[in-house]
């Protein structure tokens, strides 16, 4: 289902997730990853299979399906049409069920809470207003029941500005993509461009940065008591400097 929501068709990420090129590039991606962020939150949150679960901007559902796979009860909400169709193929392919909703993350439609709510893999920080992009992560705190848990998977500002990669170059399925990132205002960039039989082709990302005291300020904002942070998938602990990634488990 579409939630009733008004989409602006000119935003970097409606346009670039739709795009067939999106998966191309990042074909690299598999269930490892997936599968350890899985199996963290699991034995982190202790909880039980049959539980419910929200993955927020779920894309192709690498994540929801695992989730699902594992028996828990998943649903997953994004805005991209193209990606929840992969998500839908597959969660078939898979032999596993997801209930998926389409819409904007700023406008959650939903009216149950649940027991495990996800924000993983980056999926937060696109929007140009810092007062948008810090209510989207109190609406989904919201969203968790009374004991439940709300999982945050994000880039660890600090080691982003110290190990940014200026460029590279990716090719696949005879198409070669070039990357070029850097950090302006605040937020991380990467221009990507490729040519494929319909000519030259531009998108780009942009995620803003909110470093570790940002987040906690937010979660703190919102009366939550209780703080888990990881630096990585496997479960190490977080560091400012050298952790890729802070994972923070609320409860």
Known sequence: MDSEIP??????????????????????RDNSEAGKLAKLICKSTGIQSGSSVLDLGCGAGRHAIMFSKLGFKVTGYDLSRHLLLEAKSGAICQETKLSLVRGDIRNLPFKSKFDLVLNIFTSWGYFES????????????????????????????????????PSSITEFQGVTYSEERYIRDERVIKSIKFCDGNGEKCFKESVRLFDHDQIIEVFKETGVSNISLFGDYDGSRFEKSNSPRIICLVS
């Open 130 to 165: 810092d007062l948008e992009n810090l209510t989207v992560l109190k609406n989904a705190v919201s969203l968790k029941r009374d004991g439940g848990f709300f999982v945050l998977d994000f880039l660890n500002a600090e080691y982003v500005k110290k190990n940014l990669i």
């Open 7 to 28: 989409i602006n068709s000119n935003k970097w990420f409606q346009n670039w997730f739709d795009s067939e090129h999106y998966l191309k590039l990042y074909h690299g």
